[in-house]
């Protein structure tokens, strides 16, 4: 069940007939095709159908399994995004434990490495809760700028072990 409500804004995006054209923006990657069906009782997400609870019927009200809602939320709605993160880690930043009223979410594997990834060969482990940390604003600029260091170097490899534990 997603933590934050089906805003206005994500329900005008429903109900689109045909699958667009990904403008290449890899922090909103693109959408599954069967995103675009208005088929009830299949999920938008995954593209599966949706069964009742307790019986093999098909839940024809339904557009999407509730875990699906949780994970479509958590790529597309920011808000979603750091109300999964409190629940988990409740403002304690990953490095330091210590606990930041202005905690940032911060990828593990940074996102921009699927940068210039063309659509079929996305890695959507990069958009998972799991690649998903609490820093503290310190903690985060430390990596942010690490990570720069190393790409200025042309070393794209960042050491995600030191920033996981
Ligand atoms: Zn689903
Ligand atoms: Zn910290």
Redesign the pocket.
């Known amino acids: 069940m997603p933590l934050s409500r089906w805003s206005s804004r994500h329900e005008k995006t429903f109900g689109k007939k045909r699958k667009e054209k990904w403008n290449g923006d890899f922090r909103n990657p693109p959408k599954p095709k069967h995103y675009y069906t208005k088929t009830k009782g299949n ?1 938008r ?2 593209g ?1 159908v949706i069964l009742n609870d307790k019986e093999d019927t098909i839940n024809t009200r339904k557009s ?2 509730e875990d ?1 809602a949780t994970e479509y939320l958590l790529i597309y709605h920011s808000g979603e995004q750091r109300a999964q993160l409190w629940n988990r880690d409740e403002g304690i930043c990953k490095k330091c434990g210590y606990f930041d009223l202005h905690w940032e979410a911060d990828h593990i594997k940074p996102l921009v490495e699927q940068k210039g990834v063309k659509e079929k060969d996305l890695d959507w482990s990069y958009y998972k809760l799991d690649n998903l940390q609490t820093l503290c604003k310190k903690c985060h600029r430390k990596k942010t700028n690490s990570e720069v260091v190393l790409k200025g170097k042309g070393k794209r490899k960042v050491n995600y072990r030191k920033w996981s534990k």
């Open positions: 999920c997400w995954c599966n999407w399994h699906c």
